[in-house]
């Protein structure tokens, strides 16, 4: 079981930059996969980045070379880095944490583009 505590969401210029923040209740690297999806009105949740235990990274093909997900585990606390931001990244983004395929999503934070 994991709980996982999100902050860094708001409201940005087109281009502008934001960092995103997933605090784990335990350590990451006894979770299998963590990572963060996002969710627009309308629309279905769909994934943005994520990093396994081992470090291996996927990236959704529409962020490719703007956003960037890292983590720390000192803190067991994984991040995104979105830059060159656009209005159709406007949308919740959520953490997950997933232990042997049950994935825990957090409260997801707000991130709105202007344009």
């Known amino acids: 079981q994991v709980q996982l505590v999100e902050s860094g969401g708001g409201l940005v210029q087109s281009g502008g930059s934001l960092r995103l923040s997933c605090a784990a209740s335990?350590?990451?690297?006894?979770?299998?996969?963590m990572g963060w999806y996002r969710q627009a009105p309308g629309k279905q949740r769909e994934l943005v980045a994520t990093?396994?235990?081992?470090?291996?990274?996927n990236y959704a093909d529409s962020v490719k070379g703007r956003f960037t997900i890292s983590r720390d585990i000192s803190k067991n606390t994984v991040f995104l880095q979105m830059n060159g931001l656009k209005p159709e990244d406007t949308a919740v983004y959520y953490c997950?944490?997933?232990?042997?395929?049950?994935?825990?999503w957090g409260q997801g934070t707000q991130v709105t583009v202007s344009s």
């Open positions: 997950v944490a997933t232990l042997d395929t049950f994935p825990t």
């Open positions: 335990r350590s990451i690297l006894s979770i299998n996969t």
């Open positions: 990093v396994t235990s081992g470090g291996r990274l």
